[in-house]
């Protein structure tokens, strides 16, 4: 299996709302990414996963906490969003080895915030 | 501060024909890999090829090659007989690579259009 999960594709939430977007990978890849890409730019990181440890959190809002259960799970819980937090979230894993460096990245979860 | 420069925002080109997309980068690491990566409309961000700072050899992958000058901090995607399936957001991306993992910096993308 060399791929990245994402669930779901799309999503719709109201303010009020509470959701998590999921990413799995069976790769044996111990560092995980969140990323989120608004239209037309480039992704920009979230969160940095290290065998299941937060190693960086690009200074995101509280109403984003990410989780990862074990090696291969990557949550992301979302709570009382905006509008402006409506974007593509696209996960990513490495192996973190440098000799196999590069990302695999999933087909993203598209998220608007009503 | 590491920094990667896309110059074309857009571009096209006909079938069967070369492409050229240009990418320029900063940093003062002396270790370092540079990626081009591909999303189409399907939004899977998919790697097209890499490239580490201190081999050489320009790296090839098929139709895709690039044009790696180390001194110049600047790193060309070349796609040559286009396809309609190439057409695509194309980002260039660098990684610094320290410890167990890197993080990916991206530059602004090129969207490429290959027309029949």
């Known amino acids: 299996d060399t791929e990245v999960t994402q669930t779901p594709k799309h999503l719709v939430m109201g303010m009020t709302n509470k959701k998590s977007l999921k990413c799995e990978q069976h790769?044996?890849?111990?560092?995980m990414y969140w990323y989120k890409q608004k239209a037309k730019k480039p992704p920009e990181l979230m969160f940095v996963?290290?065998?299941?440890?937060?190693?960086i959190n690009e200074s995101v809002p509280s109403r984003f906490s990410p989780e990862c259960p074990n090696s291969s799970l990557l949550n992301l819980h979302l709570h009382a969003l905006q509008p402006e937090d409506s974007a593509l979230y696209l996960c990513?894993?490495?192996?973190?080895?440098?000799?196999?460096?590069?990302?695999?990245f999933g087909s993203g979860t598209r998220l608007t915030v009503v | 501060a590491q920094t990667v420069t896309q110059s074309q925002p857009e571009m096209s080109v006909q079938e069967a024909e070369t492409v050229t997309l240009s990418c320029t980068y900063d940093?003062?690491?002396?270790?370092?890999?540079l990626f081009w990566y591909k999303q189409p409309p399907s939004r899977q961000m998919i790697l097209v090829i890499r490239?580490?700072?201190?081999?050489?050899q320009n790296a090839t992958e098929n139709r895709f090659s690039v044009n790696f000058q180390k001194a110049a901090k600047s790193f060309s995607l070349k796609i040559s007989d286009s396809q309609l399936g190439d057409t695509a957001m194309y980002f260039c991306?660098?990684?610094?690579?320290?410890?167990?993992?890197?993080?990916?910096?991206f530059g602004k993308g090129t969207k490429l259009s290959v027309k029949p």
């Open positions: 990513a894993s490495s192996s973190g080895d440098p000799y196999d460096y590069g990302y695999t």
């Open positions: 940093t003062s690491e002396s270790n370092y890999y």
């Open positions: 490239q580490e700072a201190y081999k050489q």
């Open positions: 790769m044996g890849h111990r560092a």
């Open positions: 991306a660098l990684m610094n690579y320290g410890g167990s993992q890197g993080n990916l910096i």
């Open positions: 996963y290290s065998y299941e440890k937060l190693s």
